[in-house]
């Protein structure tokens, strides 16, 4: 089992910044990913960025050119830094962890959520 713990989340008017974080409770990327997604009500999640133990990244369009992640070690942390935030962005954010397993399928964790607000 993986314990990833989030934090940063709050309220900030339109075009603050805020800084998410994520810590695992093992090595992620030595095999694996971590990536930030988020939720608006009663929705599915949805992917925000993703960071790949190579390096890459993937956002989703809507944020593209306002949010960065990174892994601050490179090992079993993750940060998702937001610029110029918009009251669309109002949502809770979860942290996911994943890899492959090697009898097929993958292992996936979530944090427990941490809201973020933006305010008109």
């Known amino acids: 089992q993986v314990k990833l713990v989030e934090s940063g989340g709050g309220l900030v008017q339109t075009g603050g910044s805020l800084r998410l974080s994520c810590v695992a409770s093992?090595?992620?990327?030595?095999?694996?990913?971590m990536a930030w997604y988020r939720q608006i009500g009663g929705k599915e999640r949805q992917l925000v960025a993703r960071l790949s133990n190579d390096g890459s990244t993937d956002y989703s369009d809507s944020v593209k050119g306002r949010f960065t992640i990174s892994s601050p070690n490179g090992e079993n942390t993750v940060a998702l830094q937001m610029n110029n935030l918009r009251p669309e962005d109002t949502a809770v954010y979860y942290c996911?962890?994943?890899?492959?397993?090697?009898?097929?399928?993958?292992?996936?964790?979530w944090g427990q959520g941490t809201q973020v607000t933006v305010s008109s």
């Open positions: 996911k962890a994943g890899w492959a397993a090697a009898e097929g399928g993958s292992y996936d964790y």
């Open positions: 093992r090595l992620i990327f030595s095999e694996g990913y």
